[in-house]
């Protein structure tokens, strides 16, 4: 409850920074652009401070679930909008387009954070090494998808203005055609090969190093499936970018089509069984326990930002014991 | 505080008064030195555009400020100018006015163009030449710092610069829109005619890589390519050159179409499908209406162009209303500052003479009821006055300081008027 609360105050600063950018489309003024600017600012300082936090408590970098793993890329997302819209020669409306993809991650996070039930105890060493690395490279992957993604959703409404000859609105400024073109392409130059890496390391551990402690997730799992998708439409868009007859909104198009697929990979372990995420407890004492840890890592998260070391252990303990009985 | 204005401006004179009496920077030094030599206790900014030339002038309540009559009289004589012939298209302001006025000059409300940037430069510029002739005091520093921030105020708040209003100007926007760097891009003006080269003069700020100029008659096509640094190549040659052109601006004066889709479409192939701004300005059209529909292809013809200034210009007038309510409301508002900064210095004089009053009698009464005190003691009782005096006063004195150079009159003056009451300093 207390990290869903925590999620919901990043969350919620995102959600104002839009607000306040949206403004733009009524009032004439940049002071809409500066305060959201300012406010995506204090949220991903919010977030950046909530990961370290939740980095020292489970004393691994977090990308071992899709919680964890969302939580960081729309952290990165948000590093990404700032720098972008700082270095903008002028105020451009960067931020509406990758705030609403970051709520909507942190959304599906939130989601998520129920089926996260990763246990680290059944490796070794070497398996949870490459675990965080395939972790990490998919996740790197993800971001530089998502970049392809708003850059091309941009790409298509500059494109869509231009090409319908409508007047620029005041005060809401997209980046040129051939910056946004320019932002895919290297976003998609960039994911390819962080996803081929991560989705290589996946394969071999699943055939290698989960041997070692159960039999290996099939080859027809629905996770599994996606990502092989999703991972052949960027070859097809690497493929693209050599062909002259692909430029512009074909190739806008096909990221949008490789976004979609990771949307789906991420959401599919909701909607269907997956063995990826680890095998799903189904017996009560097993629940019972992952929720105390969950409840334990949140008021240790609480005591953390609040700094009141003893006080808040003594409240810690008397909350898991509570627990407990 | 008094203010006044004289001036002309496009609205009362002709273009031929307002050159006869402009001013540029050593001119207005000269008159500022003048007028200050004519009238000491007064201060001045001359403001010269092209549109106007207007003299601001302020003193004090209880200083002479020189009258309508006066100003008129020294343009004429500085010169030259028969008085009778300037007099009737000079344009005066008094107090208030003075200040409406001038932040509607500096929102470029009062401009021939309606929202055109150059206005708030040549304030700032009239406001550094008074400075630095030091013929400008507390009234005019803060009512020029004034017009400056409410300058940028208003086009921030209306965007009332937004929007550009000519043809050759939207060209260059949408040049922006497109392509984000120029350093690598190449600019192909098809003919040599004037319209083509007012485009490719605003075009220019954009440092294009390379310009290359066609025309049919290729001497014509050389001289308008040296203008800007370009090569002139042969109109024979022109889908050679299309395939290496990124912005082209075509104005022939053919009656048909001089590019046709077909020609086009091989083109695009040959760039490899890359991004093309065409901007069509020639009437009838130069290239086929279809090209427009190519992936990778704007094409703009004139009409579009000719549309977006109409909006533009739509826009800025919107703007007018939400301008004249804040030029309103901050004139009221200098109006108060300017008098409560004015106020502010005359109560906290009478508050120092107060202080001063009562200290210096009760240390002289001090000093007589003990006739042994050495000349050191005595000092040091002086110094202690002193000081309790100054530390006593000091917060009332930052107060009313801070009050009256805020944008809250309604504060300086509940202060003021308590400062009043409670020493009794009316």
């Known amino acids: 409850m207390m990290i869903g609360l925590r999620v919901l105050c990043f969350a919620g600063t995102y959600a104002l920074a839009l607000g306040c950018d949206l403004t733009r489309f009524f009032l004439q003024t940049r002071r809409g652009w500066h305060l959201s600017v300012a406010l995506t600012a204090l949220g991903w ?41 700082l270095h903008a020669r002028k105020p451009t409306a960067i931020g509406l387009f990758i705030l609403p993809t970051v709520i909507a991650i942190l959304m599906i996070a939130e989601f998520a954070r129920s089926t996260s039930t990763w246990n680290w105890s059944q490796w070794n060493d070497r398996v949870r090494f490459w675990g965080i690395t395939h972790g990490f490279f998919l996740l ?15 790409y298509m409404k500059q494109s869509n203005k231009l090409k319908h000859k409508k007047p620029p609105r005041f005060g809401v ?57 999703m991972w052949f439409v960027f070859a097809v868009l690497i493929h693209a970018r050599f062909r002259p007859a692909m430029r512009g909104r074909r190739v806008v198009a096909l990221t949008m089509i490789a976004f979609a697929f990771l949307v789906f990979t991420w959401s599919i372990t909701l909607i269907l069984p997956s063995e990826h995420d680890g095998p799903k407890s189904r017996d009560k004492e097993s629940r019972n326990s992952h929720s105390l840890n969950r409840l334990k890592t949140d008021v240790d998260s609480f005591a953390f930002i609040f700094r009141s070391s003893d006080d808040s252990k003594i409240l810690v303990e008397s909350i898991v014991q509570g627990g407990r009985s | 505080m008094k203010l006044l204005a004289v001036g002309v401006d496009h609205h009362s004179s002709s273009p031929a008064i307002r050159e006869a009496i402009a001013f540029n920077e ?17 201060e001045f900014v001359i403001l010269s555009t092209c549109n106007r030339v207007e003299i601001y002038i302020a003193a004090d309540e209880g200083t002479m400020l ?80 004034e017009t400056i921030r409410v300058g940028k105020k208003v086009r921030e708040a209306t965007g009332i610069d937004q929007g550009k209003l000519s043809v050759a100007s939207v060209a260059v926007d949408l040049a922006r829109d497109v392509f984000d760097t120029f350093h690598d891009k190449t600019v192909l003006v098809i003919g040599a005619g004037k319209m083509g080269d007012l485009t490719l003069r605003h075009l220019a700020d954009l440092k294009p890589g390379r310009v290359v100029v066609t ?23 022109l889908y050679a050159l299309l395939i290496d052109a990124d912005v082209v601006v075509s104005t022939t004066a053919s009656p048909t179409p001089i590019v046709t889709l077909e020609h086009y479409q091989r083109v695009q192939r040959a760039r490899r499908n890359r991004l093309t701004l065409i901007l069509d300005i020639a009437v009838p059209r130069d290239f086929d209406e279809r090209i427009g529909d190519l992936d990778q292809v ?29 030029i309103e409301h901050e004139t009221a508002t200098c109006t108060a500052l300017l008098r409560h900064q004015r106020t502010a210095g005359t109560v906290l004089r009478r508050l120092g003479d107060y202080a001063d009053d009562i200290r210096l009698r009760e240390v002289e009464r001090l000093i007589t009821s003990c006739p042994d005190l050495t000349e ?46 409670l020493f009794r300093l009316d």
């Open chain 1, 45 to 85: 300082l919010v977030q950046g401070a909530y990961l370290a936090n939740l980095t020292i408590q489970t004393h691994h970098i977090p990308v071992t679930t899709l919680f964890e793993s969302l939580l960081v890329l729309s952290w990165i997302l948000t590093a990404i909008d700032l720098y972008l819209t």
């Open chain 1, 140 to 154: 790197l992957g993800a971001a530089a998808t998502c970049v392809a993604f708003v850059s091309g959703l941009m």
């Open chain 1, 173 to 229: 400024v997209l980046p040129s055609l051939e910056q946004s073109e320019r932002w895919n392409r290297w976003a998609i130059t960039i994911a390819f090969p962080l996803l081929t890496f991560g989705l290589l390391i996946g394969m071999i551990l699943n055939v290698a190093a989960r041997g070692e402690a159960g039999r290996p997730i099939a080859w027809t799992d629905p996770k599994i499936l996606s990502a092989s998708a």
């Open chain 2, 26 to 42: 050593s001119k207005s030094a000269a008159a500022l030195e003048s007028l200050k030599t004519l009238y000491p206790n007064a």
């Open chain 2, 66 to 145: 020189p009258t309508f009559e006066e100003i008129a009289q020294f343009l004429s004589d500085f010169h030259e100018v028969p008085a009778a012939n300037l007099r009737e298209h000079l344009v005066k302001y008094h107090d208030e006015r003075v200040i409406h006025h001038l932040f509607r000059v500096a929102a470029s409300l009062e401009s021939v163009v309606l929202g055109e940037g150059q206005i708030l430069g040549q304030v700032k510029e009239a406001y550094q030449i008074a400075d630095r002739n030091r013929s400008i005091g507390a009234i005019l520093h803060t009512l020029m710092r």
């Open chain 2, 215 to 237: 025309n049919r008659d290729l001497s014509k096509a050389e001289t308008a390519a040296a203008r800007w640094n370009g090569v002139a190549a042969q109109f024979d040659k």
């Open chain 2, 298 to 326: 704007l094409l703009y013809h004139v009409d579009d162009l000719r549309e977006r200034t109409l909006a533009n210009l739509g826009r800025r007038k919107k703007a007018i209303d939400a301008g004249e309510k804040i």
């Open chain 2, 376 to 421: 050191r003691q005595r000092e040091a009782i002086d110094r202690f006055a002193l000081r309790l005096q100054n530390q006593f006063l000091h917060h009332p004195r930052s107060a009313v300081r801070t009050a009256a150079e805020t944008h809250s009159p309604e504060h300086a003056h509940s202060l003021l008027t308590a400062l009043k009451h």
